[in-house]
């Protein structure tokens, strides 16, 4: 919207909220009349004690009319105290009216679209709280200002009237040349502060969705893509910065002209003015008005206006947005970035040709090596291993032994010290920028659900639409649809914040089975689930096509593996269940731990 089309936009809404309170600015206005006399006394009185007082001779006379100044600076002090009373009246109704308008809009829009009333709008935080306090100080200070201005004002060319009219023809051109540049400055300044407004939003609202995804941008090697959102918007509003700075710039120029100019004018004048009857007392009465009061004022109002005033109009606009239109069916927040940014990994399309050739080992490291730090002693050390298609291998070992490590080598999340990593015969890092790497899907131990229905957080791993009988199978298969009925349904909208950490993993536990990636890593995500439940998952996924590769948090899933990696130290063992107790001590071990508290 164009800057004139905002600014009637706010102006209507201002007027009908103005026309809504006239007692209050009555109130205003009347304690306002005696600032005006305050200040038409402090000059007039300084006049005429020099001119009837003590350049004539008459010290009593010339006190007396200082005593009349310093009433009228009590009267003037009297009258702000019931301006303040009067403003509270006019401003705390505004920040209640926004404060009532920002819900409804947050209701409008969560309305509008359901699927993210559970996600949050930074948008409506950001108005609710910070932008409603911004507008209730910018409103309370530009009220106070301007009304002072006015009335200061005119009480000043009052005085100055009627002390020599002449006087106003040297102070007036400087004044309103200043105001001149001053007002050329507004628009350009609102239109900076609005799209920094604009981008501090934006900012917030990605950071945020950032924040809730980033596990899933690491996994699917996301992070410069998402970094460089991030970095465009801070250096537009860096850009933004320095843009205000310079109208800033020009806006203090204009204050300089309209504060100082009219003196130096006045100053300068004075000798014309003497020479046409103009007597000394007028000129020490009119640079009182425009030292003590008007300038002071004026400098007041062109900051205020300058500052607060665009501030307000351009965060007033935000509370006039229209609300949001019902009935539009947008895709549910998380879907989209689910999509393509998937927490398990790596979301993969159904179509066969993404599958690796037939021939190639699913997974394949050869002479691996990583270390978390140059200097660092190796977690991984000369690991060689190969797992074919449709395999199943457990991997176990002591706790931080390097069995996440493992499955992140795996998929490509680390970049190996040495040696080579390939799943389905290619580098298992993809190339950057090229999106989710579609082989292979990443469950970790903190098992991704987003807010948005049962079925997308089932199926959000398929790039496609999937039938209600997939998901029933998957559902039955994983044993999850007890689970479902009971959140609803599949089309019910789901919580993560209401689910236990075992119903967030058995919900990503069939979404990887629906999943078409033909590599599955879990990485310990099982661990919330009870014995009897994790078998059957396992079972599942393990008669599900393609290969599992699964970290193991019980000996019970290694007896169910085809085959078990045990990582010792740099030491890794691998062989079937029943013969790694002969050539592993760690395993034998292990086993004889479990059966003992079997």
Not at 140 to 159: H, P, Y
Not at 174 to 183: H, P, Q, R, T
Not at 268 to 286: E, F
């Amino acid at each position: 919207m164009s800057e004139y089309g905002t600014w009637r936009r706010v102006s209507r809404e201002g007027r009908r909220f103005l026309r809504g309170h006239p007692r209050s600015l009555r109130r205003l206005a009347l304690w306002s009349l005696l600032e005006s006399a305050h200040t038409f006394l402090g000059g007039y009185a300084v006049a005429r004690a020099l001119d009837d007082g003590f350049l004539a001779g008459r010290t009593g006379t010339g006190i007396l009319w200082l005593a009349v100044a310093a009433t009228g600076a009590v009267v003037g002090a009297l009258a702000l105290r019931g301006v303040f009373g009067g403003l509270a009246d006019l401003v705390e109704p505004l920040r209640d009216g926004l404060v009532r308008r920002s819900v409804r809009q947050a209701i409008g829009r969560a309305v509008a679209d359901p699927g993210r009333a559970g996600s949050g709008d930074a948008g409506a935080v950001s108005r609710l709280t910070q932008q409603t306090e911004m507008a209730r100080d910018s409103f309370a200070g530009l009220v106070l200002i301007a009304r002072s201005f006015v009335f200061t004002a005119l009480g000043a060319l009052l005085g100055l009237a009627a002390l020599a009219p002449v006087l106003l023809v040297l102070v007036a051109p400087a004044l309103l040349l200043g105001a001149a540049g001053f007002l050329a400055t507004l628009h350009p300044m609102a239109r900076v502060q609005r799209a920094a407004l604009d981008t501090d939003e934006a900012l917030s609202a990605h950071a945020g969705e950032l924040a809730a995804g980033l596990r899933d941008v690491v996994a699917c090697g996301g992070g410069a893509d998402a970094g460089a959102r991030v970095e465009a918007l801070i250096a537009e509003q860096e850009r933004l910065t320095g843009r205000l700075a310079r109208w800033t710039a020009l806006r203090t120029l204009a204050l300089g002209v309209a504060g100082r100019l009219p003196v130096v004018a006045l100053l300068a004048g004075t000798p014309w003015l003497l020479g046409r009857g103009v007597s000394a007392g007028a000129v020490a009465g009119a640079l009182t008005y425009l030292l003590q009061s008007l300038l002071p004022a004026l400098d007041a109002l062109m900051t205020a206006v300058g500052a607060a005033g665009t501030r307000l109009l351009v965060v007033l606009d935000r509370f006039c947005e229209p609300e949001p239109v019902e009935g539009r069916d947008p895709e549910p927040a998380g879907t989209e970035a689910a999509r393509t940014t998937s927490a398990a990994g790596a979301p993969g399309p159904h179509a066969p040709s993404a599958r690796p050739a037939p021939r190639a080992p699913a997974v394949e490291l050869r002479g691996v090596r990583f270390a978390y730090g140059p200097r660092a002693h190796p977690v991984i050390d000369g690991l060689d291993l190969v797992v074919g298609p449709g395999e199943h291998l457990a991997v176990v070992g002591p706790s931080g032994i390097g069995k996440s490590t493992l499955t992140a080598l795996i998929a490509g999340l680390l970049p190996p010290g040495g040696g080579s990593v390939r799943v389905g015969g290619a580098p298992a890092r993809g190339v950057p920028g090229q999106g989710p790497d579609v082989r292979r899907t990443l469950l970790p131990q903190q098992a991704y659900v987003f807010t948005g229905t049962v079925r997308e957080n089932l199926t959000h791993l398929c790039p496609g639409p999937v039938s209600g009988q997939e998901v029933e199978r998957a559902t039955t298969a994983l044993g999850s649809d007890r689970l479902v009925d009971r959140l609803g349904g599949p089309d019910a909208a789901v919580d993560p914040s209401r689910l236990t950490p075992g119903e967030r993993q058995h919900l990503a536990l069939t979404a990887a089975y629906l999943s078409p990636a033909p590599l599955l890593l879990l990485d310990e995500a099982t661990c919330h689930l009870d014995p009897r439940t994790e078998e059957r998952a396992e079972r599942a996924l393990a008669e599900r096509p393609g290969t599992l590769v699964v970290v193991a948090h019980r000996i019970s899933s290694a007896a169910r593996a085809d085959r078990v990696l045990v990582l010792d130290g740099t030491r890794a063992v691998c062989g079937t269940h029943a013969e790694l107790p002969a050539r592993s001590p760690l395993y034998r071990d292990l086993v004889g731990l479990w059966n003992a508290h079997g």
